[in-house]
C-alpha cells in the first residue's frame, strides 16, 4: 500500500451514527484538548503489523460482508484511574474478535493478545482527582441501553492522528 511505511494498522469497532456523536462530544468536552485527535471509538486491535495491509483489508471485507450489525450494550460508566471511558458489553463482538485474532495469530503484540475491555474513553491522561470529579458529574447520565456496532474499521497510525484507510459495513445475516 502506497506510503504505508510501518505504521501499524488499528482495528476499531464501529459504533452507530447517534452513538458515535454523542461520546464524540463527551470526548471533545473532556479530554484533555492537546491529546485529543480523535473521534469516540471502540478498539478491538492497537496494532497489527503494516505488512498485514493487504491481507486486514481482505479479511475484514469477508467479515463485514458475513455478519449483521452486533448486538452491544452501553454498560454506564467505567473509571480508567487516570481517566474515564463508557463501558460497552458485547459477547457477540468479542467472539467476533476472538476470530479474528485467531486469523492473524502469530502476528499479534501482546497487548493485542488479550481480550480487550469494550468501552469508549472519553477522558484519559488526567489526575486521578480530575477523573473521579467527571465520574460524579456524569453519574446517572449514561443511561444502560442496547445497540448495534455497524460494522469495523482499519486506519494507520501516525503518532497522534489515525489515518482512516476503509470502513465495512456489517452486510450479512450470521452472528458471532
Known sequence: MSGAGDAPLIATALLPRDLQARFTALR?????????????????????????????????????????????????LMPLGGGTAIKLSSPDMLALREMIADHFRGMLTQQDQHRPRLHVTIQNKVSGKEAKALQAALAGTIDPHPFSFRGLALHRYRGGPWEMIKEFAFRGRGTA
Do not use: I, Q, S
Not at 471533545?28 to 478491538?44: G, S
Not at 458475513?66 to 452491544?72: I, L, N, T
Open 28 to 76: 471533545t468536552e473532556h479530554f484533555p484538548p492537546e491529546r485529543n485527535y480523535l473521534e469516540a471509538h471502540v478498539t478491538l486491535f492497537h496494532a497489527l503489523p503494516a505488512m498485514c495491509e493487504g491481507e486486514a483489508l481482505t479479511y475484514l471485507k469477508r467479515v463485514a460482508g458475513e455478519f449483521a450489525p452486533v448486538d452491544a450494550w452501553v454498560e454506564g
